[in-house]
């Protein structure tokens, strides 16, 4: 038990050397990508041509399997930045601020492309494509509070610099994460509440919810690969002066 | 060095609480703002505004609709199942517009308690299913309660 748990810190002791990072990432990114492409290309295809028609919105509901997936991602994205400011508040780990740096952009093109997915299904559907509700206002904050977090740390000239306030900054801004998920449910809103709950049985046969979760787990895939190779370049960016860098880029 | 570690993530947890307390209370005083309708039930109780264009949501009642032959008038009932609104609409109904179905209405209440819309949304619930299971459900009469008919 005692030696597993030393074994335990030693690992998260290595994961804090970039060095040992850069390495894990370049193993780990070949996996993630495949089983991106795999799962984003059975997903696409099942839920564009097998899963059946909605009885109400006929083929206009497919949106879902881009949106749905887009929405979730964006606020899992935000709690990652969460959890890895934090872990660079507390313990002054700079992986951590330099894995949130570079989360920041894909979870704001997530948020916009929920946004922009929703708004083309709201015109057929709802009548129109913008309605200040409660969930799609406190969604379009999220995209100001990651455009605030990528324009904040590009105010600084020296990433090192910003890191702390940025890391605030998403502390500040991880309240709005429970705003989005229980508006629906708060407030009177034109979006319609969840389908899926940890508690219920979906509200969707499983002919549609198969191709929504491969497509789901297709998008964290994606996001995972794309991280490991962004903080790959991370990491020799920021440490381009110590030795190994200058070694492994030779 | 443990201690400050300690410290700082008090201070982390203190500065969430107190973002979320803040905000909590703005969005506790503006509770009745961020609604996006007024429910039938509100109307009768006279808490929403006369004369001012205002939002009604809830459920188109069954067999309430009526067209004009001639134009693009049409009216139908709003109802939250305890109190009715009665709607003048003059204009393209969303394509998901039918009785039982969920709507947010925008317009203004008269003093008649008729109220002149200017724009119908159709609400979406949270169920999808293919159309034949849509059928079969029709047939044994078990629909979920405001999900329309497949006769759209």
Request: hydrophobic share 50%.
């Amino acid at each position: 038990m005692r030696g597993k748990q030393i074994g335990m810190w030693k690992f998260i002791h290595k994961l804090g050397s970039p060095k040992w990072c850069y390495q894990l990432c370049g193993r780990l990114q070949p996996a993630f990508w495949i089983a991106a492409a795999v799962l984003l290309a059975v997903g696409a295809v099942w839920s564009l041509a097998f899963s059946p028609p909605d009885y109400q919105m006929g083929d206009s509901y497919r949106i879902i399997y881009v949106h749905v997936p887009a929405a979730i991602l964006a606020q899992s994205v935000f709690l990652a930045m969460t959890f890895a400011s934090v872990v660079f508040l507390v313990w002054k780990i700079k992986l951590a601020d330099m894995a949130a740096s570079v989360m920041a952009p894909f979870g704001a093109a997530m948020t916009l492309l929920g946004l922009f997915s929703g708004a083309v299904w709201g015109i057929p559907t709802w009548g129109t494509w913008w309605t200040w509700d409660a969930r799609l206002t406190s969604m379009l904050i999220q995209l100001f509070i990651y455009i605030g977090i990528i324009a904040l740390r590009g105010a600084f000239a020296r990433p090192e610099q910003g890191a702390k306030a940025v890391a605030v900054l998403t502390l500040v801004g991880v309240v709005n994460i429970p705003i989005i998920k229980y508006s629906v449910s708060w407030w009177n809103t034109l979006h319609q509440p969840a389908t899926f709950t940890l508690t219920e049985r979906p509200a969707m046969p499983e002919s549609m919810w198969m191709p929504l979760l491969l497509m789901v787990l297709g998008f964290y895939c994606f996001f995972t690969a794309l991280t490991l190779y962004r903080l790959r370049s991370e990491i020799l960016k920021r440490e381009s002066r110590t030795r190994w860098v200058r070694e492994a880029v030779k | 060095m443990r201690l400050q570690r300690k410290r700082r993530l008090t201070i982390i947890a203190g500065l969430v609480a107190l973002v979320a307390i803040a905000v909590g209370l703005t969005l506790y005083a503006l509770r009745a703002n961020i609604d996006l309708f007024f429910t039938p039930s509100q109307i009768a109780a006279g808490d929403a505004p006369h004369d001012r264009t205002m939002r009604l949501g809830g459920v188109v009642k069954d067999g309430s609709v009526q067209r004009d032959p001639d134009s693009l008038a049409v009216s139908f009932v709003v109802t939250d199942f305890a109190q009715d609104v009665p709607v003048r609409f003059d204009d393209i109904l969303p394509d998901l517009f039918r009785e039982g179905q969920g709507v947010v209405v925008i317009g203004t209440l008269g003093d008649d308690g008729d109220f002149a819309a200017q724009q119908v949304l159709a609400k979406h619930d949270e169920n999808y299913m293919p159309p034949e299971v849509a059928e079969a459900l029709k047939a044994t009469n078990s629909l979920p309660e405001g999900a329309g008919n497949s006769a759209g």
